[in-house]
């Protein structure tokens, strides 16, 4: 059974920084584009940022290009969100998703939440002003 698990969320100050890992079990991580996405209330799930199997590709929302950082390492089955100078906006519980490479182009660019198959619970990111 494919199973992200997000962690790393919490209370921060504008400004500050986190990071988020989103670890993989149940299938060969290296075949999967991962993507965050994150949802804030009383508003739709949004695509924050995905990174493609290899890493070797990686698109970002407009929102958050510049300050936030997604990275992979296959060796450890992890993705990997830095988010830095983060603004009160980025309040929002974050998801962890994957969808199989033979869906990169169409999965990343832009970043289409509904072709996304494997969902994590979530983690909550609260930034206080």
């Known amino acids: 059974q494919l199973r992200p698990v997000e962690s790393g969320g919490g209370l921060v100050q504008s400004g500050g920084s986190l990071r988020l890992s989103c670890a993989v079990s149940?299938?060969?991580?290296?075949?999967?584009?991962i993507g965050w996405f994150r949802q804030a209330p009383g508003k739709e799930r949004e695509g924050v940022s995905c990174i493609s199997s290899s890493g070797g590709y990686t698109n970002y929302a407009d929102s958050v290009k510049g300050r936030f950082t997604i990275s992979r390492d296959n060796a450890k089955d992890t993705v990997y969100l830095q988010m830095n100078s983060l603004k009160p906006e980025d309040t929002a519980v974050y998801y962890c998703a994957a969808v199989h490479r033979e869906s990169t182009t169409q999965a990343m660019f832009p970043m289409t939440r509904l072709l996304y198959d494997y969902w994590g619970q979530g983690t909550q990111v609260t930034v206080s002003s």
């Open positions: 149940g299938f060969t991580f290296d075949n999967y584009v």
